[in-house]
C-alpha cells in the first residue's frame, strides 16, 4: 500500500510542479464560469446554508443580491436570501476561488487563468482593496458603488489592455515576487507593482478617456492587495488536476466559509472534510479585539494549498507587521511547514532559505504523524454582517479535518483489499 501511495503522491506532485497558470482573459462570471445562474450566489469555504452562515459571508450575500439588483436594501435581501429562490454553492465547485466571504454574483467581472500545461480553467473576481469591502462584509452605498465602477470602468479598461497585450505568465511572476518579498497571500506589493508594469502601457493605449485610464491606474497603485485575486486562481488553477488521483494523500483544497473549515484530499475525489473554523490570533485595527472577530473564513487559503502563503513567509518577513509575530518566526513557520509536505517547488525559490523551494504538497498522513498543521496567513472580518475587516493575523486548521480525512482514506484502502 505505501508504495501505491507514494507513486500517487509523486504523481500529484509532478501534476503540481509543472502547472503553467497563465491569465488569459477578463469576463464577466455568468458568461464565463461553469454553471453560474442569475440567482446564484458563490461564497467562499465548503457548502453552507444562509442560516448557518457567518455574519460576514451573510453581509456579503446582502451586498451580492443589492448589487444584482434583485433586492432594493439589507430587509429585502434578507428575505430574499432566506426564501429559497438564490442557489448558494460553493466556489470551488465551479472552478472558482473567493477571498474573504467570496461572494460571486452574475454580473461580476471575473480574472480567467488557464493552466496551460492541462487546459483548466479558474476564476476569481477583481479586488476591491481593504477595510470596508464586500468580501469582509460590508454592504453600505460606497461599496456597491465601487462594485459598479469596477464593472463599468475597470473591468473594460483591464479587458481592452489583456487584449493588446496578449496572456500574461503568472507562474513566473509569482516566482518573482517570491524573491521581491512577497508570499503571494498577505503581502502582494511586489505582485501588485509586477502586474502594473505589465498592463500599464496597454492600459495607456486603449481607447477610454484619459480620466478612466487614470482612475484604472490609480486604483490598482493604491491597492496592495490587487494581485492576490490573480494568486489565488493561479493556485487554484495549478491545483485542480490533482483532485482526482487514486491513493494519493495530498491535499486538494483548503476553505473556509466563516462556519467551517474543510478540504478535500486528491484521493478521496470531491468529498468535503470539514470541521469549526478557528478564531484568528492577530493584530487588530485601533478600536477592535478578539471579541470582535468572525472565524477564520475565505478561499484564499489556496495559496497555502498550493506551496506559498503561510508556507513562504520565510522569504517575506515584513508580513509580521501585518498579521504580528517576529522575522524569526516567519522562518520558523516555513521551516515547519517542511515537515508536512512532499516535495519542495522547483521554481518559487526563497532567497531567505538559501534558494529553497516553498514547502508544497501538503500530506495529510505527515500532517497527523508530525502533529503539525499547515500554517495560514490570513486578514480578519468583524463577526457582524456590515462591519468589514478589523485586522489580519495567523491562524491553523482544525486537527479534526485531516482526522476525518485519514480515517476515510483508511477505510477506503479497506474497501478495496489492501489494509485488514
Not at 508556507?311 to 516555513?334: E, L, S
Not at 475587516?389 to 489492501?418: H, N, S, T, W, Y
Amino acid at each position: 500500500m505505501q508504495e501505491l501511495i507514494s507513486k500517487a503522491n509523486k504523481k500529484a506532485l509532478d501534476y503540481l510542479q509543472k502547472a503553467e497558470p497563465t491569465l488569459v482573459g477578463l469576463g464577466l462570471a455568468i458568461d464565463d464560469i461553469p454553471g453560474m445562474e442569475k440567482k446564484m450566489i458563490l461564497h467562499a469555504g465548503p457548502p453552507i446554508k444562509w442560516e448557518n452562515m457567518s455574519g460576514p459571508l451573510k453581509g456579503a450575500v446582502i451586498g451580492g443580491l443589492i448589487y444584482e439588483g434583485l433586492a432594493k436594501d439589507e430587509d429585502e435581501a434578507r428575505k430574499l436570501a432566506s426564501s429559497g429562490d438564490i442557489k448558494f454553492e460553493p466556489c470551488h465547485h465551479h472552478s472558482t476561488v473567493g477571498p474573504m466571504a467570496g461572494v460571486v454574483t452574475a454580473s461580476m467581472p471575473v480574472w480567467i487563468i488557464k493552466n496551460k500545461a492541462f487546459d483548466n480553467l479558474a476564476y476569481c473576481t477583481l479586488n476591491e482593496g481593504l477595510g470596508k469591502v464586500l468580501r469582509y462584509g460590508a454592504f453600505s452605498s460606497e461599496v456597491i458603488e465601487r462594485l459598479k465602477w469596477m464593472e463599468s470602468v475597470l473591468a473594460p479598461v483591464l479587458k481592452a489592455s489583456l487584449n493588446l497585450s496578449g496572456e500574461i505568465d503568472l507562474k513566473s511572476m509569482i516566482a518573482q515576487i517570491v524573491q521581491m518579498g512577497d508570499e503571494g497571500h498577505n503581502r502582494n506589493k511586489a505582485g501588485t507593482s509586477l502586474f502594473i508594469r505589465e498592463i500599464a502601457p496597454y492600459v495607456v493605449m486603449t481607447d477610454f478617456s484619459n480620466e478612466d485610464k487614470s482612475q484604472v491606474l490609480k486604483f490598482m497603485n493604491s491597492n496592495d492587495h490587487f494581485f492576490l485575486n490573480l494568486s489565488m486562481p493561479a493556485c487554484k488553477s495549478a491545483l485542480d488536476p490533482i483532485a482526482n488521483i487514486p491513493y494519493s494523500t495530498i491535499v486538494s483544497i483548503m476553505a473556509r466559509n466563516g462556519t467551517e473549515f474543510g478540504i478535500k484530499v486528491s484521493g478521496l475525489g470531491d468529498r468535503w472534510f470539514t470541521a469549526p473554523a478557528e478564531i484568528i490570533d492577530g493584530l487588530f485595527f485601533p478600536g477592535y479585539g478578539m471579541e470582535d472577530a468572525n472565524p477564520d473564513i475565505g478561499d484564499s487559503v489556496i495559496t497555502e494549498t498550493s506551496g506559498i502563503g503561510g508556507f513562504a513567509m520565510a522569504t517575506a518577513p515584513a508580513i509580521v507587521q501585518f498579521v504580528g509575530g517576529t522575522p524569526q518566526d516567519a522562518i520558523m513557520y516555513t521551516t515547519s511547514m517542511y515537515e508536512i509536505t512532499e516535495d519542495e517547488s522547483n521554481i518559487y525559490k526563497m532567497p531567505t532559505m538559501n534558494f529553497r523551494g516553498t514547502p508544497t504538497g501538503i500530506d495529510i498522513m505527515k500532517v497527523i504523524e508530525t502533529q503539525i498543521l499547515p500554517i495560514i496567513n490570513t486578514g480578519i472580518a468583524h463577526k457582524d454582517p456590515g462591519v468589514g475587516q478589523v485586522g489580519a493575523g495567523i491562524v491553523r486548521p482544525p486537527m479534526k479535518c485531516f482526522e476525518d480525512a485519514l480515517e476515510a482514506f483508511v477505510e477506503k484502502m479497506a474497501e478495496e483489499g489492501l489494509i485488514k
